[in-house]
């Protein structure tokens, strides 16, 4: 059961099944990942259709050679680059790029993987509908890579992960073949809910080729607003207090520690409207029915939350242009931790009440660890923080090399003796696989390999992503 | 590996490992199911908590006896009784009934898998919040077949199925293991989404034994109106312009055709509020944020439904009395159809633009195969029908015995020709393998035997529901 590597030699062997277009040289952009902890091997394929999907997998079957499948490359787990092991077939997804129909009388638009987010997000304005998956990478990101890590962002509060705005998928299995899972309906229990199986598990147990994804009609009036709040514990009693007004209408709420300003700052990427820098702000937005106004709505959340102490100073955004240039604030914090360059970084969920006294018990154990300096945002109403540790100013982080491991293991076992996750919404790829092994429940990880062998009993898909290759 | 039959000499080799309170008869409801299609088998045990569980997996597992979960045995579909082959373990979760933990301020609540349905909404409201799944039979449901069968309801427009109102599961694994997977979390992208494997799957891969479960803070202010529609195609036009205005807050939509009014009134079990009875009705419900009155938005609805023929009568509840008196005719429809008796039943779905073609043509199609009736009612917003065929007033529908095959195999062919399901909400149970096999993507239905295979290699959880035996 040795896998083979993909040779010019095999590839040639795939030269009557597939077109000449489907046949491209591998670019850097497929060999390398977001955050250079990974480089790749393989040979790229690159086909136009759920059928040469179907095609390569077969003769990869036959063959045992792996498969590595590609979308926009954005993942930051190193899920899309085999590193270590069998050169795979990078199997891009990139020219299934179609958006096959949009049912705005459906609130549904079935696409291809290769389409990109910022696309999918246009086909679905363009018919009066929004498709309400949002993340920073959303103009190179796509659709099947969302899937198969099921992708979060900025307004999960209100629709969920990529997963829940999936009503089908259409994939191809480690064995070639296609399953014709295109379903367009909200409520379907006829059989097993592979359709969820196959959505996060990174590559790892069939390539999704297409998927029907739910829209909405995008709400009546949006209002966004900057919050300075006294701590995160005020910030979660300000959550609740919106959602007890406005409920799912709260459709974004991100915190922001002072570090996310003095980076910006820092790398003259932005500025803090408030003044002085709060230590912690939320970015609200409500999505409203018509009949309320997001303006009016916003001012009542902020006297009501200073009359209670949850709230301390606020900027309301005027117009939608102000509204878009606070998003852009926190859009920007990512860009500035690549700049000053992270330690290390932690995408973290926790049940809502453990956030408020994880914070300053994860800061206090890293201070005596070292003089580091923490960025903690991140997606508030989901548990969701990306807490990143950095060296101080004008201390360069390879400095703190021989720390990294420690400092991960500090802040993920922190989270994990609190119930939380260290894989919250970027997914397991090939960083954490350790991880999942040291704590992830063993029964569950037993049922995972236990699925792993029976959808994919070679290995061929996406080996050593999500559990180690066997 | 062949199966083996529970007998009272199996369960005495249970006695030093289970208290005597697990060992009871099994009484008549545990043996029956609501629509008399299917009488089981086997001796009953009643565990009072996940180790007793797993311990009782254990056993059957080294004595390879079959084990069939059974909750609150209100299923529609025959899932809860073993009525063929060797007799198994009826393994009752009513005795695990405790809700384990209600977190208001994370919105989540964690039940064990005997709760009742009432009592979890119950506990929910205690704290102040909604538990959003509602159902008919809530008074007797349990948590567990709840989440087994993925059970829908009236309220999955705005806050989705069972699976949606799910963020983890305890189950013990068919080799007796314990997966310890209560995750409060809303995002957790450590794995394989093995929660919603689980979930839907009717007890065939592994035992939920608890969940934790996502509660919401109730809409500021909810409104009901009965509207009178001249059409099914005319119902979703309506639908689009509510979701246009409302977005999710339009959280309940359910069609009635007039034949549900004529059958409760020929069962006496209540009368249509418009008169004449309409051809056709939705009943509407909005929860709405504070500052919107639903009963002038559904004044609104209303005046704007009409100006565009969406609308022809309507009757808006002045209080809440009057709201629960309207629902209170939508739950009782389906009584009435018990009482009359159906010929055949069919819990379909269909992509939402289907319905209104699917609606005559399934009626045309009857009418040429016999006399019959149909009350055709159900959750539109989810594209979901409960299609009943019922014998002409007066004539006794076992004067159709020889037709149901036929007319359930006709209803089915053009559901799936359009694209629907015909195991919408109600699941697939033992009464649906045979169409599962006729209807489902022959690739999911491989994928899903071996799944099965390797999570229950004996094939010992619930053996002939979803799947057939092997």
């Known amino acids: 059961m040795t896998l083979q590597p993909a040779t010019p030699a095999f590839l040639d062997t795939l030269r009557d099944r597939l077109p000449a277009a489907a046949f ?7 060999l390398t990942e977001p955050r250079g902890r990974f480089r790749g091997t393989g040979l790229l394929l690159a086909p136009s259709s759920t059928e040469e999907v179907a095609a390569i997998l077969r003769a990869c079957a036959a063959a045992r050679v792996p498969v590595v499948p590609h ?35 459906e609130n549904v638009m079935v696409a291809e993987a290769g389409v990109i987010l910022a696309e999918a997000q246009a086909a679905a304005a363009r018919a009066g509908r929004l498709f309400p998956l949002s ?26 992960n990529a997963r829940a705005l999936c009503l089908g998928v259409e994939a191809v299995t480690a064995q070639g073949e296609i399953w014709h899972g295109l379903s367009r309906l909200r409520k379907d229990n006829a059989g097993y809910d592979l359709r969820d199986l196959l959505i ?54 991100e915190l922001m520690g002072r570090m996310g300003f003095d980076f910006l700052e820092e790398t003259g ?58 998003w852009d604030l926190r859009e920007r914090i990512p860009e500035a931790n690549r700049r000053i360059g992270s330690v290390s970084s932690h995408d973290i969920s926790l049940p809502l009440s453990e956030i408020a006294p994880f914070i300053p018990e994860a800061e206090a154990a890293l201070a005596a660890l070292g003089p580091f300096r923490v960025n903690c945002f991140g997606h508030l109403g ?14 360069d982080r390879a400095a703190h090399d021989a720390l990294r491991g420690r400092v991960k293991e500090l802040v993920h076992d922190l989270v994990h003796a609190r119930g939380g996750s260290v894989a919250a919404e970027h997914g397991v790829g090939r960083l954490k696989v350790a991880d999942l092994e040291r704590y992830g429940d063993p029964v569950k990880l037993q049922m995972m390999r236990a699925v792993k062998a029976a959808l994919d009993p070679q290995g061929l898909l996406n080996p050593g992503a999500v559990l180690r290759a066997s």
Do not use: K
Not at 79 to 97: F, H, K, N, T, Y
Not at 214 to 238: E, F, I, K, W
Not at 382 to 392: E, K, W, Y
């Open 200 to 253: 996060g598990s990174e590559g790892t147990l069939g390539i999704i080729t297409a998927a029907a994804l739910r829209l909405v009609q995008p709400p009546a009036g949006v209002g966004v607003a900057l919050l300075a709040v006294p701590s995160p514990a005020a910030a979660l009693d300000l959550l609740g207090l919106a959602q007890g007004r406005f409920g799912d209408a709260v459709q974004g709420f």
């Open 382 to 395: 989901d548990g969701n923080l990306h807490f990143n540790v950095f060296a101080r100013r004008g201390v």
């Open 269 to 326: 990427l932005g500025a803090s409207p408030l003044a002085p820098r709060p230590d912690w702000s939320v970015l609200v937005e409500l999505g409203l029915p018509e009949g309320l106004d997001p303006q009016a709505a916003l001012e009542r959340l902020f006297e009501e939350g200073s009359e209670r102490g949850f709230v301390a100073d606020g900027v309301l955004a005027a117009s939608e242009a102000q509204a878009a240039a606070l």
């Open 24 to 30: 491209r040289e591998a670019e850097e952009r497929h």
């Open 135 to 160: 993340l920073a990478s959303e103009g190179s990101a796509r659709i099947g890579g969302l899937l198969a890590t099921n992708a979060g962002g900025t307004q999960v509060i209100r629709y969920g």
């Open 71 to 105: 979308g926009g490359g954005t993942g930051l787990v190193g899920g899309q680059v085999v590193a270590e092991g069998i050169a795979p077939v990078i199997l891009s997804l990139a020219r299934m790029d179609r958006v096959r129909a949009v049912h705005p009388s």
